[in-house]
């Protein structure tokens, strides 16, 4: 079925507040909209990022510093009067990331009438964006997922890891609120105690509560997501499952390569999930297989687009970003037809992971068709976002190899002559150095 005419009179404005400008997500959205003939416009952390770059993006401007909720609304509303004919016009808004999401939610009262977003709260979104509110709507619902716990203190955090055995994941339960430059990950894999105690010692910076969580163990084809679209009425149609082939950081982090692939099993779950939270607009859902009792586990649900969603564009280009301006426009959104071994790489993230796993390969599905891979940053339609994130991840990784040779220079210099021991203890301090 064709992908019924779209509203080109009513523009898209991609919102993300983060600073990462390797977000292939945001470059997918505009590219998905934009050759829809859609005017697209983004937010992003600079004017200058690679996703400014692509032929799909009318203007970009950086996001507002700071970046709250009041600065976000009345920056959309001036975009808004900016690239509308009359102040009845009206503008999607697509939050390309959590806090995104939850800061447009907040203000949807301000921005009700001008700006289109899918109706949901802030309130009932951090249900299931905060990690600890979703372990609880996880148990309210008898939602397999991994043991949990919200421990109150480093020694109960200590307690609480032993229990649950280690190596144990730890996660701030609103890893928005993270503060940049703090050196604090969303998602940490533990190995100790110490390393326990000694993250939870950091809970006051981190802006949320730290818990720590089960480690399922990883493996082939463990690795699950669902991305779909609930639309005004409470209808998914546009919902598909894919498979992690590879990710990065390796075994535990994001896709770097997937596969559309079915699970019926992940895509029930899924499905009767968004009933249950009677959940409205985009949503991506991640899932890991635990072996020993054969349930899918629900690790994450973010509600906005996932950045790999392009996966899941069919034969007529339907995708969840798509479906999003199809409703919200008041056009119907047809079924998902489905392309099995369709696969999506993200250049960057996938040659890491290629790197710290190379032998790892992952046969295609029976029976499912080769398709040539759709790729995150390269399009021959729209070269330019590729040539500036390579130079901009050139720029990265030198950095992080600058950073870590100074720290490897600092770690093997010698201790400045004032505070090197004397004769007299050279002695003692030799047989300190042999133990």
Known sequence: MPVPPFDT?????????????????TLGAARSLGRAGIPVHAVVEAADSPVARSRYVRSARPRPCPAASTELAALLLRVAAEITDTPSDHVLAVPLDDISALALARRRADLDGRILLPEQTEEQLLRVADKAALAATCARLGLPHPRTGLPAGADEAAAMAWALGLPVVAKWSRPWLLPAGAGLRSTTILRSLAEVRELYGRTSQAGSRLLLQELLPPGRGLDWFFHGYADSAGGCAAGATGRKERSWPDGAGLTAVGRWAPNPEVDRIARELLDALDYRGVCDLDFRLDRTTGAYHLLDFNPRPGAQFRLFADAAGLDVVRALHLDLTGRPVPPHSPAYGRRFVVENYAALSLLASPGRRYAPEPGAA???????????????PALAMGRAWLVHLLRKALTAARRRLSAGRPRHPATLPGPSARGSSTQLTQR
């Open 9 to 25: 009179r009513v523009p898209a404005v991609l919102v993300r507040l983060d600073r990462n400008p390797f977000h292939h997500g």
């Open 370 to 384: 080769r398709r040539p891979a759709e790729r995150a940053w390269f399009a021959a339609d729209d070269p330019a």
